[in-house]
Nanobody
Framework: QVQLVESGGGLVQAGGSLRLACVAS????????MGWFRQAPGKEREFVAA???????YYADFVQGRFTIARDNAKNTVYLQMNSLNSEDTALYFC???????????????????WGPGTQVTVSS
């Protein structure tokens, strides 16, 4: 069983930056595809970024080069660096992990088995 805990959220002004972190425990971190999702008030949860276990990075179209996902397998941690934030980025951000060595897609939340409780990001305009 994998446990995920996010941190790094907070209140930031438009144009600012935040770095989210997600620490995993209870599994072999390097074997998991890790993803970030977000859910704004009144909206469905949506894909933000993914870092598959086999390498590479994938981003939602709205990211437009502003966010970077990266992992540190030695620290069992995946990060989401967010720059040029705007009010539309305000949401609860979730970290998620797929099953080990999965070949499932990266953008659907149904393909992730483990979820953290989320960390709130609020961008003031």
């Amino acid at each position: 069983q994998v446990q995920l805990v996010e941190s790094g959220g907070g209140l930031v002004q438009a144009g600012g930056s935040l770095r989210l972190a997600c620490v995993a425990s209870g599994g072999f971190f390097s074997r998991y595809t890790m993803g970030w999702f977000r859910q704004a008030p009144g909206k469905e949860r949506e894909f933000v970024a993914a870092n598959p276990w086999r390498g590479g990075t994938y981003y939602a179209d709205f990211v437009q080069g502003r966010f970077t996902i990266a992992r540190d397998n030695a620290k069992n941690t995946v990060y989401l660096q967010m720059n040029s934030l705007n009010s539309e980025d305000t949401a609860l951000y979730f970290c998620a992990a797929d099953r080990p060595y999965s070949s499932r897609g990266y953008t659907s939340e149904t393909n992730y088995d483990y979820w953290g409780p989320g960390t709130q990001v609020t961008v003031s305009s």
